[in-house]
């Protein structure tokens, strides 16, 4: 109770939660506060007539944000975009948060050997820069696709090669449809959530009352289920509100730079960029950047805010 009083005696803890309220309503009611095209369903939602007008519009009654060059809606990519993001984070948090927590929790109640094998390959994982990983998961992605769909024959004049899609594998056609980026932030985020549980976890089982469950005959299973499990996830809980907004804007960075990852958001602010500056260096055409920047920032402020509370809310040393 007096952990809910220090939550909301916060004005910070307020505007996070206001913010990612928002983002999440935005995300859930996306259809209904921008419909999509039925020909053309998706992020991007043309206005105007790209063929007569090859500048940006500014806000009006059909697009209260302006178009974009190619006289796309602004506010439909921000609004889909706000998604899109909101899945992508969610899935690389709670999937890192998982695959973390299991391997925390395992190492920690196991004996010295394996705890101390699990660990380093924890402190290898930490140690691999995020960006090259990015760079070889998408190449190594690449190649297996690639390879996979090739078949090759001989002619008179040497081999021919001939990709066809059919001939891959069901576990590659998986691996097609999944986002490359996801994949290469999860393999790469989860380390410190392991390394946390596995400190919560070696100080909670050494506590009295852990011993006493021990000690009166309780299941292994028993005790870290309701014993040591309970007591010891509210730090990833934390981290993982907190990494949100960071992998949505990690992914935001990499796909605007070009090494992958399908956000709206930086696909928009991409074509946007020919257009911040105007002619006489002035910001005439701001609408093409400035919402889409700022959703960008708040979206993380957002985040970043609710985990700052959610330590005041779960931390048991706050009691």
Do not use: C
């Amino acid at each position: 109770m007096r952990n809910t009083r220090r939550f909301f005696s916060k004005w910070h803890n307020w505007l996070g939660l206001f913010l990612v309220s928002v983002f999440l309503f935005m995300a859930v009611a996306a259809p209904m506060l921008s419909p999509q095209d039925p020909e053309n369903p998706g992020s991007v939602k043309i206005i105007g007539n790209p063929l007569r007008e090859r500048q940006p519009q500014p806000p009006s009654a059909e697009a209260p944000l302006g178009t974009f060059s190619n006289q796309s809606s602004v506010y439909h990519t921000l609004i889909w975009g706000t998604r899109s993001a909101v899945f992508f984070g969610f899935s690389v948090a709670l999937v890192s948060m998982t695959l973390g927590v299991i391997i925390g929790t395992v190492s920690a109640y196991s004996n010295r050997w394996i705890n101390d094998l699990l660990m380093r390959i924890t402190d290898a994982f930490l140690a691999f820069p995020m960006i090259a990983g990015v760079v070889m998961f998408r190449q190594v992605v690449t190649i297996l696709l690639t390879n996979a769909g090739v078949q090759r024959f001989m002619t008179a004049s040497g081999t021919v090669s001939i990709f066809s899609p059919e001939n891959m594998s069901p576990g590659l056609v998986f691996l097609q449809k999944l986002d490359p980026l996801m994949l290469t932030f999860i393999l790469l985020s989860w380390m410190p959530y392991a390394r946390i549980m596995n400190s919560v976890v070696h100080r909670v089982k050494s506590l009295e009352y852990i011993e006493a469950a021990r000690i009166s005959g309780s299941r292994r299973s028993k005790i870290i289920f309701k014993h040591i499990f309970p007591n010891s996830i509210s730090p990833a809980i934390i981290m993982a509100a907190r990494d949100i907004g960071g992998t949505v804007i990690l992914q935001t960075t990499f796909s605007f730079v070009g090494l992958g990852g399908n956000s709206p958001w930086a696909q928009s602010l991409v074509s946007a960029r020919d257009w911040i500056i105007g002619l006489g260096g002035q910001f005439d055409f701001w609408w093409v950047f400035l919402p889409i920047t700022l959703t960008i920032v708040l979206f993380g402020i957002g985040w970043n805010l609710l985990g700052d509370g959610l330590n005041d809310l779960l931390n048991p040393r706050n009691r």
